[in-house]
């Protein structure tokens, strides 16, 4: 299926004339608005885009380049009669689908990929076309410039901006039936250039159906104020609901801001992870030491690796750069992290006592970080699967009570806390794993 994204507008409410600047252009996070939309779509399984530009067009081009880099195929079709209707800059496309049905996506709109998922799966007739509607607006939604409709029985009844009685809002994303080409050819001959212009007639013929967006996210981009709203949003989207309680309360809000900052600079999220990496051995050296100021300090490092761990798979998902070899190797090097600094503590208590029950509480200590760091994604795809947002003891809590103990000066006991607590979590998550179809 192809998606159809309108960009040709000059988008004065963002930009001025003057600044040279299409409004698709403006970065989110990092990433220009219709290279997140593209990449939106993408991650809902659209492939082939037509890409139809206007104002500043080689600027457009300029981000998107053929595709090859999102592993997508851009055909860009040319509209230079963008200062009119956005109806306009569909029909251009019209030459370049060839199928029963296509997606049309806004080019200044962001939204959840599952929208996409959602809407190409419904089947329409030639003359038919879907809109996705948020029967719930968030509060950050300009109601004022957005346009309205009227729902009844899944179809839309009516569709405009001036509605003063409405039951949800436009967002942006469609799925038509090459039967609105017509439409809109008939409708821009009378002199109504608008996409809502034509989803009016259909809606007038009962041809327009409704499709619930389910309270997913999804912004207009057309201000300032909004792209912040957008900045916002995206940032609270990484927050996991298996996050413990010190991730939820404590890492997120400082590994959030610098993920912000991160997005914005040219590294990779592997490049983070490594980061995070040799800041735990760092760590691990200070506590090796013993002293107390090397213990502080380290225990210090293990609470800011931990942090770090966190922005790594934030600036993947902001990037759209996330995939299952980047999870593992961020795993593996946390796995690695957890035994380097378990065996600093043991070399630092060894330095000021003999006693050979340290290396016992070491092995089982960190035996037990192990096997519980293994079992967090049976346990994280059990909760998933029945929905909660139970917290649960993690790397977070341990990274945390570490520094704790490395502040109070209590390694002794740390270690003793550590070996105890893991291993009951693990044999804790045994007993609820039991009758779970555990792969």
Known sequence: MKAVILV??????????????????????????????ILSARR???????????????????ILGDGKDLNANIVYVENNEWEKGNGISLLKAKAHIDDDRFILIMGDHLFDPAMIEDIKEIQIKDDEAVLMVDFDPAPYIDLQDATKVKVRNNHIEKINKQLSEYDGIDCGIFLCGRGIFSVLEEEINRG???????????????KLLSLDS??????????????????????????KPTDGIVSRYINRPISLRISRILVNK??????????????????AVLLSIGSYFSTLLGGILVQFSSILDGCDGEVARLKFEDNEYGAWFDATLDRYSDAIIVFGIILGLLNYHGNTAIWIYGYMAIVGTLITSYTATKYDTLLKLKKSTTWRFGRDIRMLIIMIGAVLNEMYYLLIALALLT?????????????????
């Open 8 to 37: 040709a507008g000059m988008g004065k409410r963002m930009r001025s004339p003057e600044s040279g600047v299409p409004k698709s252009a403006k970065k989110v996070l990092g990433l220009p608005i219709i290279k997140r939309v």
């Open 44 to 62: 809902a399984g659209i492939k082939d885009f037509i890409v139809v530009v206007g104002y500043l067009a080689e600027r457009i081009k300029e």
């Open 192 to 206: 109504r250039e608008g996409i809502t212009d034509a989803m009016s007639v259909l809606a007038m013929e009962n």
């Open 214 to 239: 389910k309270g997913r996210f999804w912004l207009d981009v057309d201000t300032e104020v909004a792209l912040r709203h957008a900045e916002k949003n995206l940032l609270k989207g990484l927050i």
């Open 266 to 283: 040219d590294i990779k999220p592997n490049t983070i992870s490594v980061i995070s990496f040799v800041v735990s051995i760092i760590s």
């Open 423 to 439: 291993n009951i979590v693990s044999i804790r998550r045994l007993y609820v794993l039991r009758e779970q179809p555990v792969r």
